[in-house]
């Protein structure tokens, strides 16, 4: 027990490490820094069975206190009303463009399809994909732009603050957050060109338009899952800028409805996030029961207080990133449930991965 005791607390204090550092380093966008300069930006949308929020994000774009923009949306083959909602937002706004996607070619997933015909509809210096279910705030085109003039870089991808609402969005949709802070120091993000250090979130992509032609775009990443970290190695292999930032309530994204969506919204991700390795996921999943639940079991077991303090460390590491990111503290608490939520969600992944029959939004994707 002394040698697993021992383990746990030193994953703990590196977590711990990772996430004070991330919290001080970590940029936020700020609302009222404004870019010295307006250039063009086009902002890209692929659209799949969006009827329910597409209406919403289209409205706030156009609110925008940043005009110099054009908005190109692609309806991909939608079998809701995904397209009438589309033209109503649109109200014949000038800078609206509404394009039909067309088939998709074999080898090619049908996101990286939509985002890769967008690209090649876009006039604009800057290329800013965002998915159909993203908010901005008035003053967020402006605040991102700042942001990349700050920092030059060529690709500037945000972590929106995530909107959660039913008890499977709260328990599981921010162990993303949990999982960028704790896991992942953003220095090497920010200042090497190590693959190793290479995250993004495909939420929210902002490129240069020359950064994103020199990395090969979403051609070089057609049949890739997490196409967003996949784009991040790319310019990361190409010495290109990459920074991360914290949507900081300016973008807002609520990715999911329901449990369902949830369950398969991770199960598309989570083990082509492990390097379709169904031993390294399993060795995360094993790590995550060590971290967040064997503590627990131990101070019921045993009264232990070394075991109720690392309990305590590992609900504070989840509380201090749900505070950082703007989600509900007290939920840290079910730490534990959310663990069995993930494993069986990990659980899903493999089997669609071993059936081939895996589907997100119709098509297949296992």
């Known amino acids: ?39 063009l930006i086009s902002i890209l949308i692929p659209a799949r069975n969006e009827g329910k929020v597409i209406r919403r994000t289209i409205e706030a774009i156009l609110a925008q206190t940043y005009t110099n923009f054009e908005l190109i949306i692609l309806n991909d083959q939608s079998e809701d009303n995904t397209l009438p909602q589309i ?45 159909a279910d993203v908010y901005l705030a008035p003053d967020a085109l402006t605040a991102l732009l700042a942001e990349q003039t700050r920092s030059q870089a060529d690709l500037v991808t945000v972590w929106p603050t995530q ?3 039913t008890w499977g969005e709260r328990l599981v949709v921010p162990q993303m957050a949990l999982a960028i802070l704790a896991y992942l120091p953003i220095l090497p993000v920010h200042f090497t060109h190590l693959p190793a250090f290479a995250a993004a979130n495909g939420q ?17 990443v057609k ?27 300016l973008i807002q994204c609520r990715m999911y ?19 379709n390795s169904v031993p390294f996921l399993a060795v995360s999943t094993l790590f995550h029961w060590l971290i967040f639940v064997f503590p627990l079991v131990w101070f019921i ?44 969600i990990a659980f899903k992944s493999i089997q669609w991965q071993q059936s081939g029959q895996g589907v997100w939004k119709g098509r297949t994707i296992g």
């Not at 000038?94 to 090619?108: A, D, E, T």
């Not at 899952?225 to 930032?245: F, I, W, Y």
């Not at 409805?257 to 390097?275: P, R, T």
């Not at 504070?316 to 494993?343: E, K």
Request: proline share 3%.
């Open 204 to 220: 929210c992509l902002l490129f240069t338009k020359s950064g994103y032609t020199q990395c090969g775009g979403h051609e070089r």
């Open 163 to 165: 909107q959660t609402e």
């Open 223 to 249: 049949d890739n899952v997490v196409e967003d970290v996949a784009l991040a190695k790319l310019m990361k292999q190409a010495k290109l800028g990459l920074r991360m930032a914290d949507g900081n309530g």
């Open 87 to 131: 033209q109503v937002a649109a109200q014949n706004d000038q800078r609206v463009w509404i394009i039909n996607g067309r088939s998709l070619p074999k080898r090619w997933l049908g996101k990286n399809w939509a985002c890769h015909q967008l690209s090649q509809h876009a006039k604009g210096e800057y290329l800013l994909f965002i998915d």
């Open 1 to 39: 027990m002394m040698i697993i005791g021992g383990l746990i607390s030193a994953a703990l204090l590196i977590m711990w490490l990772t996430a004070v550092s991330n919290f001080v380093f970590f940029p936020k966008l700020q609302a009222g820094k404004k870019a010295k300069e307006q250039p």
């Open 257 to 275: 409805q329901n449990w369902d969506e949830v369950e398969s919204g991770f199960a598309k991700n989570i083990l082509a996030g492990h390097g």
């Open 301 to 344: 077991l045993s009264g232990s207080l070394w075991a109720l303090g690392l309990f305590a460390a590992g609900i504070g590491i989840r509380l201090a990133t749900a505070v950082f990111t703007r989600q509900r503290p007290l939920d840290a608490l079910f730490m534990p449930l959310s663990v069995v939520l993930m494993t069986q």
